[in-house]
């Protein structure tokens, strides 16, 4: 990982794709979650939210562009990608929508030193996981993470409502 956090790995990928593809990324999952929080939550991948056209029609550009950055498809149906050790996954932000109700104009963008991205807030966090919890697969495969993630961000969210 050349001693580089994911968080870093996350906005060298960021300023990447606003370059090359001229796409705003969502930092998603975990690590978006840990940016939020400003606390580590041992984020095992990166998980990155774009227009679903780069995942469709212009999924060979996308493709050849992250190989050209140095960056292995290790999994071309979940458009995840590794460099350096770290596993990247892509995925549609239009699928926010209609899985959580969290519409396009509701998500703040950022730039962080010259890299421009979008994320979510924690109460949409919270949407995000309520839903993820009631998905059959993620019920088997994560049911007690995405459980813990709630009530980590509703403790986090009462929290911040006491010091206010």
């Not at 730039?111 to 993620?138: H, N, P």
Request: proline share 2%; hydrophobic share 40%; net charge negative.
């Amino acid at each position: 990982m050349n001693g580089m956090s994911k968080l870093q790995l996350f906005f060298l990928n960021c300023k990447y794709l606003n370059k090359k593809l001229g796409i705003v990324p969502l930092m998603y999952g975990s690590l978006g979650l840990e940016y939020i929080v400003e606390k580590s939550l041992n984020a095992d991948d990166i998980d990155i939210l774009i227009p679903d056209v780069f995942l469709q029609e212009k999924w060979p550009e996308m493709r050849e562009c992250l190989a050209l950055d140095g960056y292995t498809l290790v999994d071309e149906h979940e458009h995840t990608f590794e460099k350096d050790g770290v596993y990247f996954s892509y995925a549609s932000v239009e699928n926010l929508e209609p899985f959580a109700g969290i519409g396009m104009d509701e998500i703040k963008r950022y730039d962080e030193q010259g890299a421009f991205f979008m994320l979510l807030s924690l109460q949409q966090y919270l949407k995000v996981y309520q839903t993820s919890i009631k998905d059959g697969y993620r019920v088997n495969e994560r049911g007690k993470k995405d459980q813990e993630k709630i009530d980590f961000i509703l403790a986090h969210l009462s929290s911040s409502n006491e010091m206010q």
